[in-house]
C-alpha cells in the first residue's frame, strides 16, 4: 500500500511517496493484580530474551514479571506472520504463575494511530498516511478499517483473542480513545497451570482482488481461521520450509 504527502521542509513544499504503515494488531499489555501495566515501564522484568527461529519463521518472547507482592508471572509469546497465507498474522501468550495464585489482567487492541517515523531521513516530513479510523464490534472480534489520505486504499484489520473461559471474562466493553481501540480480559490463575491466550489477525486491502470489501473478507477469514487454527502454525511452517530450501541464507558474525 501506497501514499503520497505534500510536506513543507524549510519553506519548500516536498511531495514523497512512501509504503505506509497499516494499523498495528500486536498490542498486549499484561498486569498482575493491581499493580502497574507491563507497558509503563514500572514492572520489573527478569530474564527476557527473543529467539528467532529461521528454519520455521517463528519469533519467541520469553520473560519474567514480577508484581507489587513479588508474584512472579512466566510470559511466552509465540509470533509469527503465516507464509501460507499473507493475509494471517498470529501471536500465543501463554502466562504461568510462578508460586502464587490470583488474577492477571491482559488488555489488547488495534493502534491505528501508527505512523511512518521508522525512517530517519523522512523526520520532519508529513507522516499521517492513514485517516481517522473506524472501529466496529462484530461478536468478540474487533474491525479496524482506515483509508489512506491521498491514494485512497482503504485497509482493514480484523482481531480476535480466543482464552479459556473458565480461566477469564472480558472485563466490559472495549473502549476507543483517539485512533487506539483496547479491550480487557479478566484471568484468575492458578500456581504452576499455564493459561494462553491466542491473538489473531487478518488485513486485507481494496487492492485485494475477489472480495465484496476488505472488512467483510477480514472478518470472515477470522472465522474460517477459527475452525482450523490448529493447523494454522503447521500450514506456515510447511510454506516457509519450501522457500527455505529454494533460497541460500549466509550469516556473518564477529567470532
Known sequence: ???????????QSLEEEHLVNVPNWLPLDIRIGDGP?????DVTT??????????????????????PRDDRLAVMQTTYVSMDD?????????????????????????????????VPASIGS???????PTFTPVGD????????????????TAAHVEFPRDNGAWDGPGVTTGRRYRRDVSLTLADGEPVTLTKTAA?????????????VAAVGRLRTH????????????AAWGRLWERFETRLDADP
Open 203 to 215: 488485513t486485507y486491502t481494496s487492492r485485494d482482488a475477489a472480495i465484496s470489501s476488505p472488512g
Open 46 to 67: 527478569r530474564d527476557e530474551r527473543r529467539e528467532l527461529n529461521l528454519r520455521e519463521g517463528v519469533l519467541t518472547r520469553h520473560a519474567t514479571l514480577v508484581g
Open 86 to 118: 499473507a493475509h494471517l498474522a498470529v501471536m500465543e501468550t501463554r502466562l504461568t504463575a510462578l508460586g502464587w495464585s490470583g488474577p492477571v489482567t491482559i488488555r489488547t487492541g488495534i493502534d491505528a494511530g501508527i505512523r511512518n517515523e521508522n
Open 37 to 41: 501495566w507491563w507497558s509503563s515501564g
Open 126 to 132: 508529513d507522516s499521517t498516511h492513514l485517516g481517522p
Open 226 to 237: 477459527a475452525a482450523s487454527s490448529e493447523d494454522a502454525l503447521k500450514l506456515h511452517q
Open 141 to 156: 472480534t474487533i474491525l479496524c478499517e482506515v483509508q489512506t489520505r491521498q491514494s485512497g486504499i482503504t485497509v482493514a
Open 1 to 11: 500500500v501506497y501514499n503520497r504527502l505534500v510536506s513543507s521542509i524549510h519553506g
